[in-house]
DNA sequence: CTGCATCCCCACGGATACTG
DNA sequence: CAGTATCCGTGGGGATGCAG
């Protein structure tokens, strides 16, 4: 658990801000990169761009450019990232079924230290 | 996707940068606060503490206090806490395993925008 | 030992404008 | 449409000091 212990890092990138949204996105299948933001409204063009660039340096995404008119961009997995789809949904799973129960163990919390002397 | 995505927020804890070390640290067992900073030795006495209450309030960790003489408090993961364990782990596990595979994807991309015109 | 409060810095990330 | 460059604010998070 050291700081130099290597998954540490790859643990960033996979759980980073719109890392993680952007994988369960890509798991979907290919997509433009418009397509990208408008799957995620929240996220600005400058940190989809780097967010994908992270994606495809860490080799867990394609990226492949059409010469088109106006040109066009698709992403998609690679075999790599696509081995982070069970991990991943598994947590995403995880998050959707106990969310209800954060939310009440939240509110429970913070009732008690506001209330409770 | 959308940014209300209750999910997301619940994500976003759980796989923040001290977040995922503490429940892993956690996930062997109670711990006292000065042996989780010595497991996870670059985080700060702020962090530690800030990160635990995080947890605390999220229901996943139980803090617990013994009034001795030098006060000692132990944490420990709750029933919600484990049932995290899993997917958890799983994720860890695949970034230990792919730990390598990424080094190469990464040392690949650098060498190729570096030189590649 | 545990854990608040304070100060402070820097990089994360948003908005905007410009290019191919 | 896709991407880059610039500017700049916010807050995450480190260091230190005090208190129970």
Known sequence: MSAECPSREVLQHVTSRWGVLLLVVLMGGM???SE??????DISKRMLTQTLRDLERDGLA???????KPPSVEYRLTA???SLL???TA??????RSQTKIKR?????DGATAAGA
Chains 1, 2 share one sequence.
């Not at 990208?36 to 409204?41: E, K, N, S, T, Y």
């Not at 394609?62 to 088109?68: K, L, Y």
């Not at 947590?91 to 959707?96: G, I, K, P, Q, S």
């Open 105 to 109: 163990a939240r509110a429970e919390f």
């Open 86 to 88: 069970e991990p991943l």
């Open 36 to 41: 990208l933001r408008r799957a995620i409204p």
């Open 31 to 33: 997509h433009r990169f």
């Open 80 to 82: 790599l990232g696509n």
């Open 62 to 68: 394609a990226r492949r450019v059409f010469p088109t």
């Open 91 to 96: 947590l995403v799973m995880w998050a959707e």
